[in-house]
């Protein structure tokens, strides 16, 4: 079983910079992906980022060339830079990863955006 603890979000104006961490604990796999998901209220969780264990990435359209998602295996964690922040960006942000065919989740970080 692996653990996800997400840290970083809280109540921010729009523009401006924004780090994210998750730290993974349990039978972390370094070799896994991991991804950010984004959730607001009445919507399904969305994928905002992914990264894979030799650091290739993706983005959500939306947050192309504003969010970096990146990683550091040693410490088992993930980070996702909010840059030039937008009222749409708010959400509850997950950490997601899968290992052995089984999906993990952090209980997730509020980041509020006010224009």
């Known amino acids: 079983q692996v653990q996800l603890v997400e840290s970083g979000g809280g109540l921010v104006q729009a523009g401006g910079s924004l780090r994210l961490s998750c730290v993974a604990s349990?039978?972390?796999?370094?070799?896994?992906?991991m991804a950010w998901y984004r959730q607001t209220p009445g919507n399904q969780r969305e994928m905002v980022a992914m990264?894979?264990?030799?650091?290739?990435?993706d983005y959500r359209g939306a947050v192309k060339g504003r969010f970096t998602i990146s990683r550091d295996n040693a410490k088992k964690r993930v980070y996702l830079q909010l840059n030039n922040r937008k009222p749409e960006d708010t959400g509850v942000y997950y950490c997601?990863?899968?290992?052995?065919?089984?999906?993990?989740w952090g209980p997730g970080t509020q980041v509020t955006v006010s224009s």
């Open positions: 997601h990863t899968q290992t052995h065919g089984i999906d993990s």
């Open positions: 349990g039978n972390f796999v370094s070799g896994n992906v």
């Open positions: 990264i894979t264990a030799g650091g290739g990435t």
